[in-house]
Structure formats: structure tokens, C-alpha cells
């Protein structure tokens, strides 16, 4: 009986000593680039927009802006590309409807690419 405890605690230790750990970088998506010369390769990604959720004001890429004013600069540039990426940075003390309603904002102008970031206070 002591033998078959001894060739359990050897195997055992032998599991451990040899466990690799996954590597998770192995299953991430990556985009490589094409193929073709760098003359003939689009012109760059658009810079997307930031929307800057404060307490009491909301800021677009640093400008302070009305609802309005938000729907002037939005509206052409959604017809224009609805793919555009949106990235809405919060602050943790900015409330939840002012948050939602500058998603349901960028929604209604047709942009389905929104992030949500939140701001280190």
C-alpha cells in the first residue's frame, strides 16, 4: 500500500512540474495588413468621435456643447459614414440620464458604433 501512495505522489508531481500554462494572446483576433503597396492602401481610418460625459455638461472632443449643437455636428458626418466609431467617456459622478441620453443621441442619428469609457476621477 505505501508503494501505491508513493507512485501517486510521484505522478502527481510530475503533473504539476509539467502543466503549461494557456497562452491567452494565442486566441486573440489580429488584423494584419493587406497585401498591397503602401501608395495603393486607403487613406487612413477616421479619428472617431469623443464624447466627454462631465456632471451637469457634456463635451465633444473637448468643446463644450449643447444637445443641439451635438445633433448639428453629428447629423453629417452619420450620412455620411454610420460606421464612424463614438466613444463616450463618463465621469463616475456624471448621472446615469445624462449618459443614456447622449447614447440614445448618437443612436437616433443612426451611429451603432458607440464605446463606453469611464473617466479616473
Excluded: W
Amino acid at each position: 500500500m505505501s508503494s501505491m501512495i508513493d507512485v501517486v505522489f510521484l505522478l502527481l508531481i510530475y503533473f504539476i512540474v509539467t502543466q503549461k500554462d494557456e497562452i491567452f494572446e494565442a486566441h486573440l483576433a489580429v488584423n494584419l495588413p493587406s497585401p498591397t503597396p503602401a501608395e495603393k492602401q486607403e487613406e487612413e481610418p477616421k479619428r472617431p468621435i469623443e464624447i466627454t460625459v462631465l456632471p451637469g455638461e457634456v463635451r465633444l472632443r473637448g468643446l463644450r456643447m449643447t444637445t443641439e449643437r451635438m445633433c448639428e455636428f453629428l447629423a453629417p458626418r452619420a450620412k455620411e459614414d454610420p460606421e464612424l466609431t463614438v466613444i463616450v467617456q463618463t465621469s463616475t459622478k456624471a448621472l446615469h440620464h445624462e449618459v443614456v441620453n447622449v447614447l440614445d443621441l448618437c443612436r437616433s442619428m443612426g451611429l451603432t458604433k458607440l464605446s463606453i469609457a469611464t473617466l479616473n476621477d
